[in-house]
């Protein structure tokens, strides 16, 4: 599986983008799929994940309430929605493919597979 993520760029602080993942080599429609990030200087931490099922979790200080995980299996493709961005949501985003037919998100980097190149996210203050 090779994992292709986009839509990442330059924002003010209070404003929205849409992160998309788009998947290659096999459908992922089976695979829960996450989205991690990576700020400078700092380990790469969960943002929010979904099952083959539509089960979503998110990390409850950085993402719930303003970031919406979800995923279009006709285009085998996650979208990370997010709104209300802030300075410390500035981090390079990453999809990744975990286990198929999970029926829980894993919030662990080691529970998942494949991993894309990530997208640079900048908040301005």
């Known amino acids: 599986v090779q994992l292709q993520a986009s839509g990442g760029g330059l924002v003010q602080a209070g404003g929205s983008l849409r992160l998309s993942c788009v998947a290659s080599g096999r459908t992922v429609s089976r695979y829960t799929m996450g989205w991690f990030r990576q700020a400078p200087g700092k380990e790469r931490e969960f943002v929010a994940g979904?099952?083959?099922?539509?089960?979503?979790?998110y990390d409850a200080d950085s993402a719930k309430g303003r970031f919406t995980i979800s995923r279009d299996n006709a285009k085998n493709t996650v979208y990370l929605q997010m709104n209300s961005l802030k300075p410390e949501d500035t981090a390079v985003y990453y999809c990744?493919?975990?286990?198929?037919?999970?029926?829980?998100?894993?919030?662990?980097?080691?529970?998942?597979?494949?991993w894309g190149r990530g997208t640079q996210v900048t908040v301005s203050s």
């Open positions: 979904i099952t083959w099922s539509v089960i979503t979790t």
């Open positions: 990744a493919a975990g286990e198929p037919w999970g029926s829980v998100v894993s919030t662990r980097e080691t529970g998942y597979d494949y």
